[in-house]
């Protein structure tokens, strides 16, 4: 029978694991989102590896997790590739933006506390002054942490983890046109709207409000490409 020191120290070993294979996952994801891996780039996993300070196993584990969010292609007996951009990508993964986060606006207007209201106005204020120092690349940054935190104020983890899936997509979408896209202050007075109709639970427009910004944000991005 195991001793109890070998039973601890092998469940040790499998946390550090973990650790490394989830410290893997996100500097990669950060990598390919942020165009420093560009897309169908072919990835040198030895080398990525000696970048990151990680060893050849997560790296390999991260690189899995990522194929299943379609962000990298793995090839057998080739290597893996970092996920092209297309259009039909680009029009599915909005067609899905559009449906998820109305919801998302709705549940957050019926669910929100008076906390997390205030986390979207300090939020906002950030994005405006991002917008105010000509800082896009930023701005697009605390974008996504607005949307996100919409999300989580759903209080369904389910949506927040579908969300947060896609978005690993739309980043690297808007990475790529943010210095051809020029509605991002008209973005951040939808926002606005969007956050005064949580702030008075007012699901049905919140919901609204946000398929608009997103229909207007999709057809403006279209128009760059």
């Not at 499998?14 to 990835?43: G, V």
């Not at 390999?60 to 299943?68: I, P």
């Amino acid at each position: 029978m195991l001793s109890t020191s070998i039973l601890a120290a092998s469940s040790q070993k499998r946390k550090q694991e973990a650790s490394l294979s989830a410290t893997a996952y996100r500097l990669i994801k950060e990598k390919i989102i942020s165009l420093a891996l560009p897309p169908a780039a072919l990835i040198d996993e030895s080398e990525l590896a000696r970048e990151l300070g990680i060893g050849l196993t997560p790296v390999r584990q991260a690189l899995r997790r990522l194929a299943m969010e379609n962000l990298v292609v793995i090839l057998p007996r080739r290597g893996t590739l970092v996920a092209d951009l297309n259009l039909s990508d680009l029009q599915k993964i909005y067609e899905i933006r559009i449906e998820l986060e109305g919801l998302a606006c709705r549940l957050a207007a019926e669910r929100s506390t008076p906390e997390q209201i205030e986390q979207m106005t300090r939020l906002m204020q950030d994005a405006l002054l991002l917008r105010a120092e000509g800082e896009n690349r930023q701005l697009l940054m605390a974008d996504h942490q607005l949307h996100m935190l919409i999300a989580q104020t759903a209080h369904n983890e389910f949506l927040e983890e579908m969300l947060e899936r896609l978005y690993g997509h739309v980043l690297r979408l808007w990475n790529v046109s943010i210095h051809r896209v020029s509605g991002l202050q008209e973005a951040l007075d939808e926002h606005h709207q969007i956050l005064e109709a949580i702030r008075m639970h007012n699901g049905a427009e919140a919901s609204q409000l946000m398929q608009q910004h997103i229909r207007r944000f999709q057809a403006e991005f279209l128009s760059t490409i």
